[in-house]
């Protein structure tokens, strides 16, 4: 599973877009690169997943360059509500053997009024 | 539709006792993990169980046992509690055939006096 390392924070205001960057050097071919978020006294959330290039969904945009030793997690128009921790894992498809997450510390995201 | 159910929400123990912590997983999922979370730390993988027997184990102790119910549903038992096991512990359901992302439940709060 690939080692992840991402901002310990980040502070942000109401209405901008976050970027998060996460880089993953000694990532496998058939690694995917998947984000969760957490709020306080909560399990983590998925939000999304990816392999290259470009994913959307109704939440966040995850880009994932040609070499997929990076990848970045962005959030379009923020509100107070997206304060919180944001893990980035590299691990296994998930379509097939159900490998254990592998968690770091997160980035801490803080959107401020 | 029902997420993932973990009972009780908080415990608390005296160093050396035993606990006992349960899981009922997301309808549909078959799959379910437990995590140890320390305050500002993430996840720690601990064990996972499919088919009523425990697949992969991360670097935890024997102190640190499982079950896994004809239901899905889950428990995970700790003995002789130290101080250290103070964390807030996670169960996550997933399925073994193409779900991506697993669910969290919101945890128990254990702490250890």
């Known amino acids: 599973l690939a080692k992840t390392t991402q901002p310990i924070s980040m502070d942000s205001y109401e209405g901008q877009e976050v970027n998060i960057t996460c880089s993953h050097n000694?990532?496998?071919?058939?690694?995917?690169i998947t984000w969760y978020q957490q709020f306080p006294s909560q399990g983590p959330r998925f939000i999304i997943q990816?392999?290259?290039t470009k994913v959307t969904n109704e939440v966040a945009s995850l880009f994932i360059p040609a070499d997929r030793k990076s990848s970045t997690l962005s959030l379009p128009r923020v509100s107070l509500s997206d304060t919180a921790v944001y893990y980035c894992l590299g691990g296994a498809d998930y379509g097939g053997s159900q490998g254990n997450l592998i968690f770091g510390k997160g980035t801490k995201l803080s959107v401020k009024p | 539709d029902a997420g993932v159910t973990q009972s009780p929400t908080h415990l608390i123990k005296t160093r050396g006792q035993q606990v006992t912590l349960r899981c009922s997983p997301k309808?549909?999922?078959?799959?379910v993990s437990w995590y140890q979370q320390a305050l500002g730390q993430g996840p720690q993988f601990i064990f996972q169980y499919y088919e009523e027997e425990e697949r992969q184990r991360g670097n935890f102790p024997d102190r640190f046992s499982g079950h896994q119910f004809p239901n899905y549903s889950s428990e995970l038992n700790v003995n002789a509690l130290l101080l250290g096991d103070s964390a807030l512990y996670l169960c996550?359901?997933?399925?073994?055939?193409?779900?991506?992302?697993?669910?969290f439940g919101s945890g128990t709060r254990l702490t250890v006096v």
């Open positions: 990816g392999y290259k």
């Open positions: 000694n990532i496998a071919t058939n690694d995917y």
């Open positions: 996550a359901s997933s399925t073994r055939t193409g779900v991506i992302g697993y669910t």
């Open positions: 309808s549909g999922h078959d799959t």
